[in-house]
């Protein structure tokens, strides 16, 4: 038997460290080829890593939320191959310098489940061999058969099932020599956690209390909200839009489209919109250097749309948003949500905005008060699109309406230009046809 080292691998980019955001296996567990080991995070972007050899892990180093310099042995796996127990086979080639290379068997299942039982059976006293304790018969579902930190034996074939059915074994009673774990006792668990229990009359308090560790993109949203809040003295404006003229011809445009055009929502057109105001206003398409006293204005239009994925928030960033038309707005804003919700997203994809979007979409609400992406100095916030009664001047009339809810750098960005910035929005949304006119 020998082991193979696991080692957090070069992710590439100069990148010297990961965070250890996920583990997939415990020591003990027996693991497949490919199978996923351990999940880390560089920047926002998240790396899996997988096993290269079958065989039961040994050894694990690291928790959740530490980070680890690449190259460090993160695991060891005991594989089929030649020398003793934990030594790895040298290097072929004669440099000590080179890391050593293992060339393993597979295992198959079954042996490590004999390797297992064998090593059982030679912890077992003498005494009980002869005669089974009645203990060992205890119902395989009466209860926590084990105190607390006390680990069930069980073959691997075993576990892996259980690990899969997610049954924690602390609380599946063993019928086998020294309490070990028997597919007939799984099955005897799995059996009676269908067969309900007496409901309590009442209501009863619950006292549990769960601590969750904030990690991985969490705890970096974490850290970037807390930057921008401490450093950046927000200004809110809110503004009503008349959106019916647009969605007349956003409806119209998307049942006239040709083949291959993406679908339009509200985004592009406020793309657009965003594009021509920012020409006047180039003091807003900026990045603020608070510690160096600098504001860097942009003549690219670099818009972050703001996406929920299942890991949290992240914004993908549309660069040069100046240079495209509607059409091709729709299609970059669509194609960069998928990879930011697939967890497919490129590093580049992902930085370099110099405005944001905030929209989230039916759930927007009425107001809200975006904060800003630092470093930047403005963001737009989207709220809920609803019809609702508007006076015309002599009457109440049904008109489909939006407010747009907007953050500015207050060291930057005067009340006055932030209001001047969205009125111009204002004026552009509620006369889409200005937002195709070449000034």
């Excluded at 690219?300 to 495209?324: D, F, N, W, Y």
Aim: net charge negative; with cysteine.
């Amino acid at each position: 038997m020998a082991e193979k080292l696991i080692k957090l691998p070069d992710v590439g980019e100069g990148v010297a460290e990961a965070e250890l955001v996920e583990w997939h296996v415990n020591v003990g567990d027996l693991v497949r080829e490919d199978m996923v080991l351990a999940a880390v995070m560089t920047g926002k972007a998240t790396v899996e890593i997988p096993s290269p050899v079958e065989g039961e892990v040994t050894w694990r180093h690291g928790e959740v939320g530490d980070v680890i310099a690449t190259g460090t042995v993160i695991l060891k796996i005991r594989i089929a191959g030649e020398g003793s127990d934990g030594e790895e086979p040298q290097a072929e080639s004669g440099d000590r310098g080179e890391e050593p290379r293992v060339k393993p068997a597979v295992l198959p299942v079954a042996a490590l489940e004999q390797a297992l039982e064998k090593k059982v059976e030679s912890l077992k006293p003498k005494a009980e061999m002869a005669a089974p304790s009645p203990v060992a018969k205890a119902p395989p579902h009466a209860g926590a058969p084990r105190a607390e930190g006390e680990k069930p034996l069980a073959p691997p074939a075993v576990r892996l099932r259980a690990k899969e059915a997610g049954i924690d074994l602390r609380q599946v009673a063993g019928t086998g020599p020294a309490g070990r774990i028997t597919h007939e006792d799984l099955d005897a668990f799995l059996n009676s956690q269908g067969g309900g229990g007496a409901v309590a009359a009442g209501l009863q308090p619950n006292k549990a209390v769960q601590e969750v560790k904030v990690v991985g993109l969490r705890r970096r949203i974490a850290e970037k909200m807390a930057l921008s809040k401490s450093r950046i003295p927000h200004i809110t404006y809110v503004e009503e839009i008349d959106m019916t003229a647009l969605e007349e011809l956003r409806t119209r445009m998307n049942g006239t489209q040709k083949p291959g055009r993406p679908k339009l929502t509200i985004l592009p057109f406020l793309m657009r919109a965003m594009v021509k105001a920012l020409g006047e206003q180039p003091g807003i398409n900026a990045l603020y250097d608070d510690e160096a006293g600098i504001v860097r204005q942009y003549g690219g239009v670099h818009i972050g749309i703001a996406a929920q994925t299942p890991s949290g928030l992240v914004v993908p960033v549309v660069k040069h948003a100046e240079a495209r038309d509607i059409f091709d707005c729709a299609r970059e804003v669509a194609r960069l949500s998928d990879a930011a919700k697939n967890g497919t997203a490129l590093r580049e994809e992902l930085s370099g905005s110099t405005i944001t979007i905030s929209s989230l979409g039916a759930m927007g609400g009425i107001v809200s008060t975006p904060v800003i992406n630092h470093p930047e100095v403005a963001i737009i916030g989207v709220n809920k699109l609803a019809v609702r009664p508007h006076w015309d001047g002599t009457q109440f009339v049904p008109r489909k309406m939006m407010n747009l809810s907007s953050s500015f750098d207050h060291r930057v960005v005067d009340g006055w230009d932030a209001a001047t910035f969205v009125q111009r929005l204002k004026a552009l949304m509620e006369t889409p046809a200005l937002i195709f006119v070449e000034e």
